[in-house]
């Protein structure tokens, strides 16, 4: 699988104490909800939303320091994703401490990734990487 990794700040500090409400997320400009509506379009967004997290696990530490939200563990359609195209999907991710994500929902890192194409040609980008309060889209 081919991946580039391009970092627009990549910011590893971790602020604790800060929150961002579960249905919160930043504001996106022409993209729209991610949609599967054949069986190969829901393997191609869940493959693509795995892949996401997984940038984001180990852009920040692996998972012994980090979780996503568990929005990236569920059905992909439910994942904060914003379909650009048909095999473009661009997932704004939460995440921090696995405890504090686990028992509290406290999100402290933003990472924001987006994957294109499917199958073997897909790309993975890390668009941003850091604290939540620092996005700016």
Not at 17 to 29: D, F, H
Not at 38 to 62: C, D, F, S, W
Not at 77 to 92: K, Q, Y
Request: a negative charge; aromatic letters at 4%.
């Amino acid at each position: 699988m081919k991946h580039s990794l391009t970092v627009s700040s990549l910011v590893l500090a971790t602020i604790t104490g800060v929150a961002l409400p579960a249905t919160a997320q930043p504001a996106s400009g022409t993209e729209t909800a991610c949609t599967a509506a054949t069986p190969a379009e829901q393997i191609a967004l869940n493959a693509a939303k795995n892949e996401a997290r997984q940038m984001a696990e180990v852009t920040n530490g692996g998972l012994g320091v980090y979780r996503a939200e568990p929005a990236m563990h569920g059905a992909a359609i439910a994942s904060p994703c914003d379909m650009l195209d048909a095999t473009t999907w661009r997932f704004t991710i939460r995440g921090g401490e696995p405890t504090a994500v686990a028992l509290e929902e406290t999100y402290t890192l933003l990472s924001v990734v987006t994957v294109q194409g499917t199958g073997r040609d897909r790309t993975v980008t890390l668009d941003y990487n850091g604290p939540i309060e620092q996005y700016i889209q």
